[in-house]
């Protein structure tokens, strides 16, 4: 290989790792902003419990709605699980870890959290 070769060879060889780079960080974010919605699916699910024994607390007479609360307890589960899951597939990937306190996803060379200031564990 002549110069030009060795140089172009360089070049092409460059570019791949700049792409492979830009899909990791494009994917990243995808799998950041799915967490981001199951996290708000489930507030807003915790939040429809408070508002359905509030509504319980506030009528005269009437049942505490029990199934449709297991309910959406249950779905709430299936979520955290979901989540769990797919915190732990993005932290695999290198440099992220999340937070033993909060859950929060936080890269390896942080030492705190910035969430909620738990010491980073190294591993
Ligand atoms: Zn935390």
Redesign the pocket.
């Known amino acids: 290989m002549d110069f030009l070769e060795r140089f172009i060879d360089s070049i092409g060889r460059g570019t791949h790792t700049l792409s492979v780079k830009t899909d990791e960080v494009i994917e990243l974010t995808e799998m950041k902003v799915d967490i981001k919605a199951i996290e708000e699916e489930i507030e807003n699910h915790k939040l429809y419990i408070g508002q359905i024994v509030y509504k319980y607390y506030t009528q005269e007479k009437g049942t505490m709605p029990t199934s449709e609360i297991k309910r959406i307890c249950m779905e709430i589960r299936r979520l955290e699980k979901k989540l769990y899951m797919m915190k732990d597939k993005m932290v695999r990937k290198r440099g992220y870890t999340y937070?033993k306190?909060?859950g929060?996803i936080i890269k390896k060379k942080q030492n705190y959290?910035p969430?909620?200031g738990?010491r980073v564990l190294k591993y």
């Open positions: 937070c306190g909060c929060q959290c969430k909620c738990n």
